[in-house]
């Protein structure tokens, strides 16, 4: 019998403990506000769709292979995380920035970054491996459990991620205040999660 408990639990517990999605959401939200990083929001939750129905798709003829993409995803994934961290410590006070433009600046906000971190971010695509195979798979291989499975995943990955928008939108005066620790600490969250993909 599907357990829907243990499916809402994994799902919860997956989505709203910190990560690469959460700390960029709570960065976003110190630095631009609540409204302006809803599009990054969108990005990660429609990214983290589009791996589980990969990991639908998929998952009959992928399992068996999963060692090698994790060889291929980790160390990638574990790249542009650090690539993340390194935005967010050489982050500049807004008035430095005016009138300057970088050429290789990525927007934090947009959808599409929101999208890219969810297809080299491993444990995105372990999650989805492991939600299906293990709370799917063995109780209901319907089109309509999948369809209610990818809906209910939408509005927890958005849930979770809004919330730790919101947490850095309503501290953002004291995260201005102490920018510069906080950078600090929030690069080297994201260096932490970069590492402990290869403990």
């Known amino acids: 019998m599907f357990n829907w408990f243990a499916f809402i639990s994994y799902m919860f517990v997956s989505c709203i403990t910190p990560g690469p999605n959460n700390l960029m959401c709570m960065a976003n939200g110190t630095k631009y506000g609540f ?17 589980l129905l990969i990991a639908i798709a998929c998952n009959y003829f992928i399992y068996n292979y999963i060692p090698i993409i994790i060889r291929v995803m980790t160390p990638l994934g574990a790249l542009y995380i650090l ?6 410590w050489r982050d500049k006070p807004k008035p430095k920035k005016e009138g300057k433009k970088e050429k290789l600046h990525l927007d934090t906000t ?3 970054a929101g999208m890219i ?3 080299v971010n491993p444990k995105g695509l372990l999650y989805g491996m ?3 195979t293990n709370f799917v798979f063995p109780y209901d291989r319907s ?7 990818l809906i ?3 509005f927890m990955v958005l849930f979770s991620n809004v919330c730790w928008v919101l947490f850095g939108s309503i501290f953002q005066k004291f995260f201005e ?3 510069k620790v906080l950078n600090a600490v929030m690069a080297l969250l994201l260096v932490y999660c970069a590492v402990s993909l290869f403990l």
Do not use: E
């Open 152 to 154: 209910a995943n939408w």
């Open 83 to 88: 690539w993340l961290a390194w935005i967010i």
């Open 110 to 112: 947009s959808i599409h």
């Open 177 to 179: 205040d102490y920018k």
């Open 35 to 51: 409204k302006k990083s809803l599009r990054f929001c969108f990005g990660v939750t429609t990214g983290f769709t589009l791996i």
């Open 143 to 149: 089109f309509g459990m999948f369809v209610i499975v």
């Open 130 to 132: 492991t939600l299906i």
């Open 117 to 119: 971190l969810q297809f």
